[in-house]
């Protein structure tokens, strides 16, 4: 039976090389996007590429309702998920207070509104992928955030709780950029959530694709996106849970 994957953002970028891969390899690949038509023409391009098996799912990893409804169309198709690839990422959104709540939206509660979200349809023994990035190592953070997110005993909530905080103050108070506490953030949701769905057999890790040539890494970054899709994809065929990769070495919050 094949499997099938959801990546969110795979309409461009790293997203959609990782659904490319995956449909090469036979997966059965949803084609999140959260542009309907994007979406449409990426898992066309894709298929054509492929001959393989892709169709797109609208979903705006920030909204709630989008999320909600896909999660509906998704159940309603009886479809169950063996990897799920948190991908969808802003970096240097607008600046100020704005840029700020976009980007930890997009980066951090992107990925556990889509995860709690299909939940449900993920089966035992699943993966989840977050992708990560390297700036959300805890070293750009102030000795204060470096302690709470590298604290074992930190909680889903009380994570979630530091993020409003630190949208509704601005985006100060950290040490570092709104990018980078999204993205150590997310490192610490990732710990947090394996423990949380170990029971289910559910790995979930956070991988960094380095820096990659996408629209946001920009024309000058010295990796491909191939390299940057292949050092994600780790995390579908990782072994453990809760652990930080990047070209299938573990690398430090
Ligand atoms: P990209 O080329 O800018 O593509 C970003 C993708 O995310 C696009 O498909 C975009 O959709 C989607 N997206 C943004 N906001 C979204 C939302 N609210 N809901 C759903 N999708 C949304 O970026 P990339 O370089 O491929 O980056 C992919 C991931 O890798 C991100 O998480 C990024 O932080 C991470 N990363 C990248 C680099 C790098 O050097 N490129 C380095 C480290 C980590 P639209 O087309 O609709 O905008």
């Not at 997966?27 to 996007?33: H, N, Q, T």
């Not at 709540?101 to 939940?119: C, D, K, M, Q, S």
């Not at 530091?162 to 103050?169: A, C, K, M, R, Y």
């Not at 980078?180 to 997310?186: M, P, R, Y």
């Amino acid at each position: 039976m094949a499997r099938t994957a959801l990546v969110t953002g795979a309409n461009r970028g790293i997203g959609q090389e990782v659904a490319r891969v995956l449909a090469g390899d036979g997966w059965d690949v949803l084609v999140g996007a959260r542009d309907r038509a994007r979406g449409d023409a990426a898992a066309a391009r894709l298929r054509k590429a492929t001959g393989g098996r892709l169709r797109a799912v609208e979903l705006d990893v920030t909204s709630d309702a989008s999320v909600t409804t896909a999660a509906g169309k998704l159940r309603d198709g009886a479809i169950r998920i063996d990897a799920l690839v948190n991908n969808a990422g802003v970096h240097g959104a607008a600046r100020g207070a704005d840029g700020v709540a976009r980007t930890i939206e997009t980066n951090f509660f992107g990925p556990l509104r889509v995860t709690l979200a299909l939940l449900p349809l993920l089966r035992d023994g699943a993966t989840i992928t977050n992708v990560t990035s390297g700036l959300g190592a805890l070293g750009n953070l102030d000795a204060a955030h470096r302690r709470l997110l590298a604290d074992p005993a930190l909680t889903r909530d009380a994570l979630v709780a530091e993020l409003h905080d630190f949208v509704q103050g601005g985006g100060t108070g950290w040490g570092g950029d709104a990018y980078g506490v999204s993205k150590a953030a997310l490192n610490a949701l990732t710990r947090v959530l394996a423990a949380e769905l170990a029971p289910r057999g559910i790995r979930v890790n956070a991988t960094c694709p380095g820096w990659v040539r996408t629209d946001m890494g920009g024309r000058g970054a010295p990796r491909s996106v191939e390299a940057g899709a292949a050092s994600v994809l780790f995390g579908i065929t990782a072994t453990t849970s809760g652990g930080i990769f990047r070209d299938g070495a573990a690398i430090a919050p």
